[in-house]
């Protein structure tokens, strides 16, 4: 059952398409800040952090992020990405390491491409702007969104880019072979011998099962006894793995639900926390305007105030 569940922490979409699965995202700062909450996928991602402040975790790591910089994804690894103002740009490309592979056997594949795709050769966990290496890096990177985006309506609400056009298809695999060629000169590319980290798997299981029972009541002897864990030892390890409590954790969830329906829906604000799992009135109003300042039926009206303009 633990290993069912684990799957909905996996992303389900497919990025890009089926004879060329990498696609693009951008994500432009405006009223709303970025929210991508915890999630994986057999993909390896590159996130660009162009301009904004951003807290970011990867496995059980956390960054906040004020300057330009390139983040490193890679098969398997839980993470999640806040943008902690307004104004930012965030861009991503997320691809299927095989797309890289060569038909002929050489010393490329041998040694770097199905090491990559074995995850015995990993990225590193971040390049920054006073790294040597890091314009080149970000000049190749560009080639790559401006084959994505040419010929295109590009919104940059975070949406999957994607190309049919061969000619883009090259230029994007050429660039991201560079990007590869440029890390591996640099000697920045990880070799490792892969193995679960049962940690990150325990971080895994909770989150998955907060995801699919948030609705009903979460009690921390539950989750707690997921990962064979006793509630004081569990706590700790959830605290120093996410960075806040499990009951924070789950209100913030909860919350960022309920926000969702504000926006989107005409529902009732009662019938709304109760279906996000809010069964005292007093204390969602507490915790949601601790969260964003205001109330429930103002946030509303704020958001049709906006969505008018």
Known sequence: MQKQEKQSLREGRAHGTSLFP????LALGNS??????????????IIYLKSGKFKVSVDTEYYEVEQECFFFINSGQLHDIHSLTQDFEEQAIVFDPQMLRFQNYDSIEEYILQPLVQG?????????????????????YRRISQAFCQGQQITGTGEQIYTNDMTAQMQIKASLLQLLALLLDQELMCRTLKSENQRIESVKTVLTYINLHYQEKLYIHDLSALVSMNEQYFCRFFKKAIGKSPIDYINDFRLTKVMKLLETTELPITHISLECGFNNMGNFQRLFKRKTGTTPLQYRKNCLSKKSK
């Open 22 to 25: 990498c696609a693009y995202y």
């Open 32 to 45: 709303v800040r970025l929210r991508v909450k915890h999630h994986w996928h057999e993909e390896l991602e």
């Open 120 to 140: 015995t050769l990993t990225f590193p966990r971040f390049l920054t702007v006073i790294h040597p290496v890091f314009p080149f890096f970000r000049s190749e």
